[in-house]
Nanobody, 125 residues
Framework: VQLQASGGGLVQPGGSTILSCEVS????????IGWFRQAPGKEREWVSS????????EYADSVKGRFTMSSDAEMNTVFLQMNNLKPEDTAIYYC???????????????????WGQGTLVTVSS
């Protein structure tokens, strides 16, 4: 299983950007893809997740209403649309897969057993 994150970069406060995560190698019919982020000097935190079972999504309170997670039909590519960005959104963003659960979305990093490399999002003027 491989996950490849891309996108991000430098964005002005109030701006938008979109992250992509290409997912490959899964033989399971259902799984969950999540986005996590880690700011300098802080612990990795859960941002949002989507389940292939029914396409439902969940979001951390800090990004609810600003970030939207979606995917293509087969969930081979997962997107994170990030709007109204704030300086506190600056972090390395990681996509990860939970291949064990597929209905209940987990919000802790230890529940995700596959990880992609991170992509940096910097929100600054």
């Amino acid at each position: 299983v491989q996950l490849q994150a891309s996108g991000g970069g430098l964005v002005q406060p109030g701006g938008s950007t979109i992250l992509s995560c290409e997912v490959s190698g899964f033989t399971l019919p259902y799984y969950i893809i999540g986005w996590f982020r880690q700011a300098p000097g802080k612990e990795r935190e859960w941002v949002s997740s989507i389940t292939k079972y029914d396409g439902s999504t969940e979001y951390a309170d800090s990004v609810k209403g600003r970030f939207t997670m979606s995917s293509d039909a087969e969930m081979n590519t997962v997107f994170l649309q990030m709007n109204n960005l704030k300086p506190e959104d600056t972090a390395i963003y990681y996509c990860a897969a939970d291949s064990i659960g597929y209905i209940v979305i987990q919000r802790t990093a230890s529940e995700y057993n596959y990880w992609g490399q991170g992509t940096l999002v910097t929100v600054s003027s």
